[in-house]
Nanobody, 123 residues
Framework: QVQLIESGGGLVQAGDSLRLSCAAD????????MGWFRQAPGKEREFVAT????????QYADSAKGRFTISRVNANNTAYLQMNSLKTEDTAVYYC????????????????WGQGTQVTVTS
């Protein structure tokens, strides 16, 4: 059974940092690109960052560039999103996703999704 389990969300103040984790199980993690997406109340799910199956290629939304870092440890079947200098507009549910044999992908290209973890940033 495929599972993507996010953790690390929480309530923080603007300027703080959080590190989200995504633990994968039930598929060959090293063959999948991994991504982070987010959805704020009343808005569509949006791309945040992706990382290729080797970890050699990363892509970021403009809103994430310079503040967020996506990474992965294939030996641990885990992907991460380090978020620094958080802003109130980063408040959303953050979802982990996987796409087979991809370098990068958007939401429509994901094969698997996690349940999400809430990130709330207060001013």
């Amino acid at each position: 059974q495929v599972q993507l389990i996010e953790s690390g969300g929480g309530l923080v103040q603007a300027g703080d940092s959080l590190r989200l984790s995504c633990a994968a199980d039930g598929f060959t993690f090293s063959s999948y690109a991994m991504g982070w997406f987010r959805q704020a109340p009343g808005k569509e799910r949006e791309f945040v960052a992706t990382i290729s199956w080797t970890g050699g290629t990363t892509q970021y939304a403009d809103s994430a560039k310079g503040r967020f870092t996506i990474s992965r440890v294939n030996a641990n079947n885990t992907a991460y999103l380090q978020m620094n200098s958080l802003k109130t507009e980063d408040t959303a549910v953050y979802y982990c996703a996987a796409a087979h044999a991809s370098v990068s992908f958007r939401a429509s290209g994901a094969d698997y999704w996690g349940q999400g973890t809430q990130v709330t940033v207060t001013s």
